[in-house]
């Protein structure tokens, strides 16, 4: 039996008050309508037709990036209503197909509830099936409207709907299974008088009056169904999902003080054992090894860690790498393209920006490293900077194997300290360092006898 999801995506999503639309608003970092194609793929459709329109340029690039064989684009000339949405993808649909209609702003439906609906629909035989469910306020959602047999003769929007109809609790979802004898009655769709839409709910009122099989099925929870119009409704879907997504984590190994205050997007992956702390973030395609130990307000972007990696509080880390059993932070900024090798310690307030750190060195200091090739072993002392911008190009900083970096010293780049050198603190080293040696740039310290002492005289406070 065939099955044609269409996802309606082409509203203005006024009430979001935003530039972008409304379904390309993200929830744990994803753009919604991402989850709701990947809620819908499993069910193995022909085809996923995204209704949209010209004017919503982010969602077309989104899109543009995702269209293959099965996933295509139907364009919807003015958002006058889901109605006129649906009807605008119905020329790309075989004839034969049953139709499974979905909001594009209900992100958190799972493939698991698509499943057992369509399974429902099938059973049933109805023409139409709406995935319903019981709102605790129903006041943004269509009412289920049904006659004694439990037949759906209507679903009425808060616009046209009397006061007892607006008491009722069981709501429309958006998602609908559609038999394609419903098609042809398409053309009877009126615009609704008071909003000017079309309205795809009607579908409901008048294929009931040709008498056809409508039933709504309540088998989710409010919260995988919730509609987001504004972004309280978003605020809302997002703890949801940041519940979801942690869930899954904790059920497999890693240990989340309060999940409320983590934020970890659905790509990233985690190794059993790992703690992680209040007001951590682990975003992009992150990924942790096992026993790691993430503190509180870390955040970390696009960057693969080993195991047994303590990222200390408020780090940031973005597209890194940091390799088994090393240390990073506290309050330590790892940039773009940094790898910092094992058993690495980079300390307090240690900027790294596309450098290699190799195995067993240390730069626990309030230090500086850019564009540099560090070897293993290596101290870098405390405030020890790499000069690598001259004004117009960015040079690069070799320190080879068991170099001692003195605190203080600033390396202007290009420079190489061969292996073994030692570097005075406080020194400025604008030339290369032969191996096994000592550089020092500093001005020879001297002693002036008694010159403080004078100076007290001088001031009149001897
Ligand atoms: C709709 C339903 C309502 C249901 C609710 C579930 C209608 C008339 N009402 O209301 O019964 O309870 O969803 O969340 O269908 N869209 C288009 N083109 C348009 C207008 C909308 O593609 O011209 C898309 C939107 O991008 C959105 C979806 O259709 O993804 C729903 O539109 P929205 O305006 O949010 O409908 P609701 O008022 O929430
Ligand atoms: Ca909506």
Redesign the pocket.
Known sequence: MKLTAV???????TRMKSGI???MHPLCGRPMIQYVMEAVSPLRPEGIIV???KDQKVLMDFLKERINSKITIAF?N????????LKSALPSIKGDSTILVL????PLIRYETLKRFLHYHRKEKNEISILSFYATDPS???RIIKDSSNNVIA?R?RVDASRKELEIKE????IYLIEPVVRRLFRHLKK?PVKG??????IVEIANKKGMKIKAYPIAPEEE?L?I?TRIELARASSIMRRRINERFMLEGVTIINPETTYISPDVTIGSDTIIYPGASIEGRSSIGKNCIIYSNARIVDSVIGENVVIKDSSVIEESVIKDNSAVGPFAHLRSGSVIGENVKIGNFVEVKKSIIGEGTKAMHLSYLGDAEIGRNVNIGAGTITCNYDGFKKHKTVIEDNVFIGSDTQLVAPVRISRGAYVGAGSTITKDVPPESLAVTRTPQRHIPDWAKKRRQEKGKD
């Open positions: 996802i309606l995506a082409a509203g203005l999503g639309p409304k379904v209704v949209i329109n919807q003015k958002p006058i209503g889901t109605g006129d949405a909001n594009g702003d209900t943004p959602y269509g679903i929007e709501v429309n979802s958006g609704n839409e079309y309205f795809l709910t009607d169904l509609g119009n």
